[in-house]
């Protein structure tokens, strides 16, 4: 049978409208620079749209009979809709940042194009070779991305470190790949499964290396501790609205890879894994809480509390129950949602000030009260405050770690919880209690207005009424525990 | 005395141990790139190994491991020309590559 091409429409929706967008660029080199960024909106909305169409569906992409390298289902569709949700947003707080700072416009949308086009093919990956691939898509997208102020040394400078650390977690992610291949022989999720489930015990030590291996490159995708040593880096170099990204779609389509290959996969051998990623865990929520503590630029601040969200979603790793997966998919969407309202914010606060550093935002609640009020909402959600989206998706995710028998973990969580509410806490005191060092209100442009009115009231249509986006994170994560 | 599969796992980790080195205590970022070449070989040669001595239920040959190698050789030539990009964006603008001296980005 041909394999069913008709399960990837929002993929070459993706990829055709980047091809297009690079091509308008070329064709009219009058157009405003900001016009790529809003036609490419467009292409992720349809893709987002064309993905809903999925709902339901339940079918793998067969690329030879019997080998399904990808798989359409409802986890498919969840991280399709949020990973070109995340892309849309992206794209409007790109417009007037492109515009002011960047050059070719054109190539810079359309590679945020293809970076989702990437994750999405994480996400739905179900064959290693296939999913590494897409991960590699999806780095090389962010090598450029980050580096793309060509002719700021910043970003050069990003770019480059990310690159060797990229390339260097390639390769120990694709020993592990090796290793694996070798004592399973097979790379289909499946077949590598049932190889664990009745497999000898002779194996164990091969399979532990493997592991072992595995973990440490995909930590460096999502930036655990002790393999987060670019992070910090890149999210200060790269232009602002990819840090933004960085810290969205590289971390939710690397999440949804890592959380399927463990638990469709390497589910059999949990045992052997578990404690390996629940000590990342600790680990990684611990230290980038901590080290947060100190920062003074507001893009490390945020490298570092997202290295701490990032801790607090192994856990679900760490657990693979479906409860997990599902506190999972739905702390990703809520953690999404704000961390875009707060870079929305800060784009908007950089594009006229040109600067990032927390001692700048002084005296924000006078100059430009909206921004500040959204900015507090934005950093209580990433808190955990109650009544904002954040306060729900961790104690979700917190609660499924105790279910599954990490007590201790979810103990830490709660602790390191608390500790980032001090930092997020220092900002909010910058923008209302000291006196501005500029004097002057400033206005936030219409559209970027509109953009950061609808994320916080996202971040309180989460917390206060999660039910439905609940509903959908708990089928989408039943579909890999069907069996 | 045949070559067994040991042997090749061997070398191919032996291989990967000195990519590791050097990606990690060099400071010429075209070394450490290097080093890195060093390590995907490495992961090429267990591969086509591992490929050589599994053999599927129904007695056909493998085929996973080389379409695997085919994959990872396209890839590392992609990064190397990105990465050389990079580096030679760095070089125009600081005339280093030794990544201890490409330090701005530090608190």
């Not at chain 1, 990956?125 to 060509?150: H, M």
Request: hydrophobic share 60%; aromatic share 12%; glycine share 6%.
């Amino acid at each position: 049978m041909n394999p069913d091409y008709s399960l990837l429409i929002p993929e070459y929706i993706l990829a055709v409208w980047a091809a297009l967008v690079v091509a308008v660029d070329v064709m009219m080199p009058k157009l405003r620079r900001d016009v790529p960024a809003y036609l490419a909106a467009l292409g992720a909305l349809a893709a987002g749209i064309a993905s809903v169409l999925y709902i339901d569906v339940n079918k793998g992409f067969e690329a030879i009979p019997g080998v399904t390298i990808m798989h359409v289902d409802d986890y498919t569709t969840y991280m399709r809709v949020l990973l070109c949700g995340i892309a849309v947003f992206i794209l409007l707080m790109s417009a007037q940042f492109v515009r002011m700072r960047l050059s070719h416009a054109g190539e810079y949308s359309a590679i945020v194009l293809v970076a989702t086009l990437g994750g999405m093919l994480m996400v739905e990956g179900t064959e290693l070779i296939t999913s590494w691939i897409a991960l590699e898509l999806l780095s090389f997208c962010f090598y450029t991305l980050v580096s793309f102020a060509r002719r700021e040394l910043r970003s050069n400078e990003a770019g480059l470190k990310y690159m060797l650390l990229g390339a260097f977690s390639t390769a120990l992610f694709l020993y592990g790949l090796s290793l694996i291949y070798g004592v399973t022989g097979t790379t289909t999720y499946d077949g590598i499964a049932a190889a664990l489930s009745n497999r000898g015990e002779d194996l164990t030590l091969a399979l532990v290396v493997g592991f072992v291996f595995i973990i440490a490159g995909l930590g460096f995708k999502v930036a655990a501790v002790p393999f987060h040593m670019y992070t910090p880096d890149a999210y200060q170099g790269a232009p602002l609205p990819i840090t933004a990204m960085l810290s969205t779609t590289s971390k939710a389509a690397a999440f949804a890879l890592f959380f399927r290959l463990f638990t469709t996969a390497f589910l059999p051998a949990h045992e052997e894994w578990k404690w390996m990623i629940a000590l990342i865990a600790a680990v990684t929520m611990m230290w980038g809480n901590l080290v947060a503590l100190q920062q003074t630029n507001l893009r490390r601040l945020f490298a570092y509390s997202s290295i701490g969200q990032v801790g607090f979603m192994l856990i679900a790793v760490a657990a693979a129950t479906q409860d997990a997966g599902s506190s999972l998919l739905f702390h990703m969407a809520g953690y999404a949602v704000t961390n875009l309202a707060a870079f929305t914010i800060i784009v908007v606060f950089f594009n006229r000030e040109g600067s990032d550093e927390i001692a700048d935002l002084a005296g924000l609640a006078e100059r430009q009260p909206f921004l500040a009020l959204a900015m507090v909402t934005a950093l209580f959600s990433l808190a955990g405050m109650p009544l904002f989206a954040g306060f729900f998706t961790k104690f979700m995710l917190f609660v499924s770690g105790w279910d599954a028998g990490l007590e201790w973990l979810s103990g830490v969580a709660v602790v390191a919880s608390l500790i980032s509410l001090y930092y997020y806490l220092m900002v909010i005191r910058q923008m209302y209690v000291i006196a501005p060092r500029v004097p002057g209100r400033f206005r936030t442009p219409a559209l970027l207005w509109g953009v950061i009115a609808v994320l916080v009231v996202g971040v309180f249509f989460l917390g206060i009424w999660p039910a439905p986006l609940l509903d959908a994170a708990d089928t989408a994560a039943a579909f890999l525990f069907r069996a | 005395m045949s070559v067994s599969l040991e042997h090749y796992l061997v070398v191919s980790a032996v291989l990967f141990g000195i990519g590791l080195w050097i990606a990690l205590a060099k400071r010429n970022a075209i070394i450490i790139l290097m080093g890195i070449e060093l390590m995907l070989n490495a992961v090429n040669l267990t591969l086509v190994a591992f490929n050589r001595f599994v053999t599927l239920a129904d007695g056909r040959p493998a085929l996973a491991g080389h379409v695997f190698v085919i994959f990872v050789i396209t890839v590392a030539a992609a990064e190397a020309a990105v990465a050389l990009a990079l580096a030679v964006s760095v070089y125009r603008t600081r005339s280093t590559v030794d990544i201890e001296q490409i330090d701005l980005l530090k608190r």
